[in-house]
Nanobody, 124 residues
Framework: QVQLVESGGGLVQAGGSLRLSCAAS????????MGWFRQALGKEREFVAAVYWSGGSTYYADSVKGRFTISRDNAKNTVSLQMNSLKPDDTAVYYC?????????????????WGQGTQVTVSS
């Protein structure tokens, strides 16, 4: 069965960096686009970044553009999110997700499998 397992979350001071990883299993990883979303307490889940099949195309929310970098390793079935210059507003649970065969990269409804999430807390 499809499994997505995130790791790498934690507590960091503002201005610091974290790297999140997502290990995928149970399907042919290179055939699917992947995304990262986040959900802060009391808020809706929001798009953060997406990467297409070979990693050549990437997309970012305006709020993280220039600070976050999404990448994938199809040989290791992993997708990563490098987060630099972190701000307190980045505090949230971060989710890795697999995009279905159609849809738009920023819409949660386009994703058919989700990880359990990893907490990122940025202190001021």
């Amino acid at each position: 069965q499809v499994q997505l397992v995130e790791s790498g979350g934690g507590l960091v001071q503002a201005g610091g960096s974290l790297r999140l990883s997502c290990a995928a299993s149970g399907y042919t990883f290179s055939n699917y686009r992947m995304g990262w979303f986040r959900q802060a307490l009391g808020k809706e889940r929001e798009f953060v970044a997406a990467v297409y099949w070979s990693g050549g195309s990437t997309y970012y929310a305006d709020s993280v553009k220039g600070r976050f970098t999404i990448s994938r390793d199809n040989a290791k079935n992993t997708v990563s999110l490098q987060m630099n210059s972190l701000k307190p507003d980045d505090t949230a649970v971060y989710y890795c997700a697999r995009m279905g065969k159609s849809g738009t990269y920023y819409d949660t409804r386009s994703y058919d499998y989700w990880g359990q999430g990893t907490q990122v807390t940025v202190s001021s």
